[in-house]
T-cell receptor, first 115, second 113 residues
Framework: DTGVSQDPRHKITKRGQNVTFRCDPI?????LYWYRQTLGQGPEFLTY????????KSRLLSDRFSAERPKGSFSTLEIQRTEQGDSAMYLC?????????????FGNGTRLTVT | QQQVKQSPQSLIVQKGGISIINCAYE??????FPWYQQFPGKGPALLIA?????SEKKEGRFTISFNKSAKQFSLHIMDSQPGDSATYFC????????????FGTGTRLTVIP
């Protein structure tokens, strides 16, 4: 399977705990995006990487959130001191760097439940 | 502030019928308008996309109609099938910066056999 892979698929954690998610993009893709999707809503942009550089962060990305893409390949998204409002589906997507003809390919997401 | 407004929220169509989902935007810097299909437990998957220099694009049973002056675009699903039952999202993207997508709120389509 050469699609975007995310791990874990589901994560249940208690409020206040830290969680980390992993995304493996399509190998030829330089750009990697993180989105958050809550129930009944469309995905909302969190941040994106061009290779290993994190080039843009949404205001949704509070200081409890941190994302890395250390070697320009896989990426991790960490949430510290989780809150119930963090419960959502976290989606990763990747694309080629050319904006004109490079659609975003999404993974199947990590569903986070904070109890 | 919702950059892309989508309607209806839900839609029920008989098998063989036409499903129509509408979206509107305000930002004239948007220049790429994709539609994504999402099944429960899965990530969104690109269905069809259009650029504002054309008024219509058709791929199989799926057609996007685009009205640049009205800043509106719509998805038409012809001969709707039960397997089309999913949530559909319109989206819009600018050429500059992150090129990230701004999504609508989604339409849950149910096709009745």
């Amino acid at each position: 399977d050469t699609g975007v892979s995310q791990d874990p698929r589901h994560k249940i954690t208690k409020r206040g705990q830290n969680v980390t998610f992993r995304c493996d993009p399509i190998s030829e893709h330089n750009r990697l995006y993180w989105y958050r999707q809550t129930l009944g809503q469309g995905p909302e942009f969190l941040t994106y990487f061009q290779n290993e550089a994190q080039l843009e962060k949404s205001r949704l990305l509070s200081d409890r959130f941190s994302a890395e893409r250390p070697k320009g390949s896989f990426s991790t998204l960490e949430i510290q001191r989780t809150e119930q409002g963090d419960s959502a589906m976290y989606l990763c997507a990747s694309s080629f760097p050319r904006a004109g003809d490079s659609p975003l390919h999404f993974g199947n997401g990590t569903r986070l439940t904070v109890t | 502030q919702q950059q892309v407004k989508q309607s209806p929220q839900s839609l029920i169509v008989q098998k063989g019928g036409i499903s129509i989902i509408n979206c509107a935007y305000e930002n004239t810097a948007f220049d790429y308008f994709p539609w994504y299909q999402q099944f429960p437990g899965k990530g969104p998957a690109l269905l069809i996309a259009i650029r504002p220099d054309v008024s219509e694009k058709k791929e199989g049973r799926f057609t996007i109609s685009f009205n640049k002056s009205a800043k509106q675009f719509s998805l038409h699903i012809m001969d709707s099938q039960p397997g089309d039952s999913a949530t559909y999202f319109c989206a819009a993207r600018t050429q500059t910066g992150a090129n990230n997508l701004f999504f609508g709120t989604g339409t849950r389509l149910t096709v009745i056999p």
